[in-house]
T-cell receptor, first 114, second 113 residues
Framework: SAVISQKPSRDICQRGTSLTIQCQVD?????MFWYRQQPGQSLTLIAT?????????ESGFVIDKFPISRPNLTFSTLTVSNMSPEDSSIYLC???????????FGPGTRLTVT | AQSVTQLDSHVSVSEGTPVLLRCNYS??????LFWYVQHPNKGLQLLLKYTSAATLVKGINGFEAEFKKSETSFHLTKPSAHMSDAAEYFC???????????FGTGTRLQVTL
């Protein structure tokens, strides 16, 4: 399995500002994903972070709001831009193994927007 | 399109009694199915997975699940609940070779003395 770390673990931000979340994996992985878990709800896929190309976004999520970088096979960032209280969520990074038979999840970043 | 339905948002059991968390799936193709557990303020942990091998899948911590194609179900069971099992459980489906996971809405398991 992969060991995934995220920074920051939590943050409280003011509306209108942006926050960049980092995801670091201890091994090279092909697929990296970003999920959102709103309070009391399930996980929703935001986008797939592709190394060397633009991220692939799910319906309802756009690059201007959630820009993603994937500079190499072990690292990715997700930025939450122009935040509003509705962006208060846990943001999770995950990675897929070679055969995509499993996905491993990071500990998450708990974001509160005031 | 793929989806999962977790039939119970909240399940409460006494310690030492059996656990049953229900999940039904919908998928156009042969699915891969997973159960993840999320303890309070902790990350997601994979409990078990079904990927077209044996239909009865054994996972960690004494959990198991049975894939029933005729019923489109993948219920999670454990013979005897422990206090440490109290957590949120997610049933998850992935279809074919696509990497996208679709999560159910979750079932909160409460274990009482």
């Amino acid at each position: 399995s992969a060991v995934i770390s995220q920074k920051p673990s939590r943050d409280i931000c003011q509306r209108g500002t942006s926050l960049t979340i980092q995801c670091q994996v201890d091994s090279q992985v092909t697929m990296m994903f970003w999920y959102r878990q709103q309070p009391g709800q399930s996980l929703t896929l935001i986008a797939t972070a592709n190394q060397g190309s633009e991220a692939t976004y799910e319906s309802g999520f756009v690059i201007d709001k959630f820009p993603i970088s994937r500079p190499n096979l072990t690292f990715s960032t997700l930025t939450v831009s122009n935040m509003s209280p509705e962006d208060s969520s846990i943001y999770l990074c995950s990675v897929g193994d070679r055969g995509l038979n499993e996905q491993y999840f990071g500990p998450g970043t708990r974001l509160t927007v005031t | 399109a793929q989806s999962v339905t977790q039939l119970d948002s909240h399940v409460s059991v006494s310690e030492g009694t059996p656990v049953l968390l229900r999940c039904n799936y919908s998928s156009s193709y042969s699915p891969s199915l997973f159960w993840y557990v999320q303890h309070p303020n902790k990350g997601l942990q994979l409990l078990l997975k079904y990927t077209s091998a044996a239909t009865l899948v054994k996972g960690i911590n004494g959990f198991e699940a049975e894939f029933k194609k005729s019923e489109t179900s993948f219920h999670l069971t454990k013979p005897s609940a422990h206090m440490s099992d109290a957590a949120e459980y997610f049933c998850v489906v992935r279809t074919g070779t696509a990497s996208k996971l679709t999560f159910g809405t979750g079932t909160r398991l409460q274990v009482t003395l």
